[in-house]
């Protein structure tokens, strides 16, 4: 079946601009995460959803950042007035289950970068 | 908080074993999973440890022991396609939450 998808692949914007990301789960799946990855770095955890509501929040970096999942499946996250130390991968996961097991399956990412 | 501590680089020669450690300091804790990303790639899962001990699956094995907040990954008979990024991650009581290490870059060798 069809894996994690992920638009834009790409993104170059403007310093002040906003952006959309989206990503689309594993059909089925009740969990989705998103998390940062700049270059060379590891995941930086920003949200996660348990079906349309996000128990945890605690990763976005600022105000600017907002995320929302609508009908248990698809999710945006909406960046505000884009800075530069935005710039990163931005990588959006799925899993149907949480607790003690949430073997997370990965989209290829949005490569986001803010001139 | 969470934080994990792994190695930043290792390398090796094909055919070799190689260890990852993996120390962890959460508030909670469910268990260690691992995951391997390829450069420019997505990360994908390898292993899970909810339980003290060791867990194979081919050639990679994971061992938790949870009294010392340590794991390690395992890979054996080492190719040259398993030069990658290897990340631990703690899956924490928060439900379905996990905080990723920052990685280990491995490089195999012929």
């Known amino acids: 079946g069809a894996g994690v998808s992920q638009s834009p692949s790409n993104k170059v914007t403007e310093k002040g601009k906003d952006v959309e990301l989206r990503c689309d789960p594993i059909?089925?799946?009740?969990?989705l995460y998103w998390y940062r990855q700049s270059l060379g770095q590891g995941l930086e955890f920003l949200i996660y959803?348990?079906?349309?509501?996000?128990?945890?929040k605690s990763g976005l970096p600022s105000d600017r950042f907002s995320a929302e999942r609508t009908g248990g499946s698809v999710s945006t996250l909406t960046i505000q007035r884009t800075q530069q130390e935005d710039s990163a991968v931005y990588l959006c996961?799925?899993?149907?289950?949480?607790?003690?097991?949430?073997?997370?399956?990965f989209g290829p990412g949005t490569r986001l970068t803010v001139l | 908080g969470q934080s994990l501590e792994q190695p930043s680089e290792v390398t090796a020669v094909e055919g070799a074993i190689v260890q990852i450690n993996c120390t962890y300091q959460?508030?909670?804790?469910?268990?260690l999973s691992w995951y391997q990303q390829h450069d420019g790639g997505a990360p994908t899962f390898l292993s899970y440890?909810?339980?003290?001990g060791l867990e194979e699956t081919g050639r990679f094995s994971s061992f938790l022991s949870r009294s010392d907040s340590y794991g390690y990954l395992l890979l054996q008979e080492l190719q040259m396609k398993d030069s990658a990024s290897y990340f631990c991650?703690?899956?924490?009581?928060?439900?379905?939450?996990?905080?990723f290490g920052d990685g280990t870059t491995l490089t195999v060798k012929p």
């Open positions: 996961a799925s899993s149907s289950e949480t607790g003690t097991y949430n073997e997370q399956f």
């Open positions: 059909s089925g799946h009740t969990a």
């Open positions: 959803f348990q079906g349309n509501s996000a128990p945890d």
């Open positions: 959460t508030s909670g804790f469910y268990g």
């Open positions: 440890n909810g339980l003290d």
């Open positions: 991650a703690a899956n924490n009581t928060n439900a379905g939450k996990s905080t």
